[in-house]
Each structure stands twice: as structure tokens, then as C-alpha cells.
């Protein structure tokens, strides 16, 4: 017979009221000493660790299978070649990331090559000619405006720090190192 004895916790054994309290309260700890030890033993229970082992197995087969497939297509991708010299592989971490936004607009614009800057503005028809407008020497590209324009300040700052820092000065590293990023953001002068 079950019987609400104390906060809820029925009974299945038939209360005979004239047991006395003391048989009744040894019940009672017999019963939370059982529940404490299915609990404990439910935590530790190895098929709910395999089972947890087996997901977490599962979950990088098909993170690598999803990474492996997404590089092949970037990789052969007829599109993004020069986000592609930045940022080779693919991966699910943020590329870049700053709290200063105009900082974060400007260096995620330049890693794009999606920017202010003559190459892109002509091949979208905003400006006639592509070529750099402080040596008129070559083609503005970012990598000129960063890396090659012989009259350029912001170049002379960008080629001084990465000798500093024995930093090969190619596009894809200026464009991926936190400190020449910084030399970057303070030395240019212009709208990006
Ligand atoms: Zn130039």
C-alpha cells in the first residue's frame, strides 16, 4: 500500500502504526542510501560514457570530413585568389577580429580587396584609371598601396617593421600579423 509519509515519498510496504517511529525513520535511510548509490552509479555508468565517447568521435569525423571538403572547394574556387594568398585554409575560427571597428573595417576591407583603392575602384567603373595616384608608376593594388609604391609613407613604415621584426614582407603575412596590422592602421592616412 503506498502512503505519503514525508515530502512527497510514497511508500510500498503496508505501515503497520504500531511499529514504532524508530523502525519507520531506518526505512527511510535504507531508502536514501539506495537512491544515493543508483544515483552515484548512474554517473558513472560506462555505457553513458561510451556513448558520450562515441558522439564526440562522430563529431570530428564530420568536422574533418566538412574541413577537408570545404578546402578542396576553396582551394579550386575560380573566385577569392587574392583572399585566398591571406588565408589559405579554411578553418570555423573568426579570421579577424578587433574592438576598434573603424580598425576591424578597415583591415577586414584590405585582407578582402574589396576597398577604396584604384584597382577595385575602376574594375567597379567609380574611377577612370587604376593606376597609383602618388608615383603613377604601376597599378594600385593592395599589395602596392601596402607593400610597393616606392613613394609611399605608409609602405616605407610597413617594409621598416617587418625587417624589424624578420617578417617576409609578402601581402599574406602584413595582412595576417597583429603588429604590422597595427603599423598599418596607424600610418595610413586615407579612407579604406
Ligand atoms: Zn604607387
Given at each position: 500500500?503506498?502512503?505519503?509519509?514525508?515530502?512527497?515519498?510514497?511508500?510500498?510496504?503496508?505501515?503497520?502504526?504500531?511499529?514504532?517511529?524508530?523502525?519507520?525513520?531506518?526505512?527511510?535511510?535504507?531508502?536514501?542510501?539506495?537512491?544515493?548509490?543508483?544515483?552515484?552509479?548512474?554517473?558513472?555508468?560506462?555505457?553513458?560514457?561510451?556513448?558520450?565517447?562515441?558522439?564526440?568521435?562522430?563529431?570530428?569525423?564530420?568536422?574533418?570530413?566538412?574541413?577537408?571538403?570545404?578546402?578542396?572547394?576553396?582551394?579550386?574556387?575560380?573566385?577569392?585568389?587574392f583572399?585566398?594568398t591571406i588565408?589559405?585554409?579554411?578553418?570555423?575560427?573568426?579570421?579577424?577580429?578587433?574592438?576598434?571597428?573603424?580598425?576591424?573595417?578597415?583591415i577586414?576591407?584590405l585582407r578582402?580587396?574589396?576597398?577604396?583603392?584604384?584597382?577595385?575602384?575602376?574594375?567597379?567603373?567609380?574611377?577612370?584609371?587604376?593606376?597609383?595616384?602618388?608615383c603613377?608608376?604601376a597599378?594600385?593594388t593592395v599589395e602596392h598601396f601596402l607593400l610597393q609604391c616606392p613613394s609611399s609613407d605608409l609602405c616605407r613604415a610597413v617594409l621598416i617593421a617587418c625587417k624589424q621584426m624578420k617578417i617576409t614582407p609578402t601581402i599574406g603575412n602584413v595582412l595576417a600579423d597583429d603588429k604590422i596590422i597595427d603599423v598599418i592602421f596607424r600610418k595610413n592616412?586615407?579612407?579604406?
Open positions: 500500500m503506498g502512503y505519503d509519509f514525508t515530502g512527497g515519498r510514497s511508500f510500498d510496504f503496508p505501515i503497520d502504526f504500531s511499529m514504532g517511529l524508530t523502525t519507520v525513520q531506518r526505512y527511510c535511510a535504507a531508502c536514501d542510501e539506495r537512491g544515493d548509490r543508483l544515483a552515484q552509479n548512474a554517473t558513472k555508468n560506462e555505457t553513458a560514457e561510451n556513448l558520450d565517447l562515441e558522439i564526440l568521435e562522430n563529431n570530428i569525423i564530420v568536422k574533418k570530413y566538412i574541413i577537408d571538403k570545404w578546402q578542396n572547394i576553396w582551394k579550386c574556387c575560380p573566385r577569392g585568389h583572399y585566398r588565408e589559405p585554409k579554411v578553418s570555423f575560427c573568426i579570421k579577424y577580429e578587433d574592438k576598434n571597428r573603424k580598425k576591424k573595417a578597415t577586414t576591407r578582402l580587396g574589396k576597398c577604396c583603392i584604384n584597382e577595385y575602384l575602376a574594375m567597379m567603373e567609380i574611377v577612370d584609371s587604376d593606376k597609383c595616384s602618388i603613377n608608376s597599378v594600385k592616412t586615407r579612407m579604406i
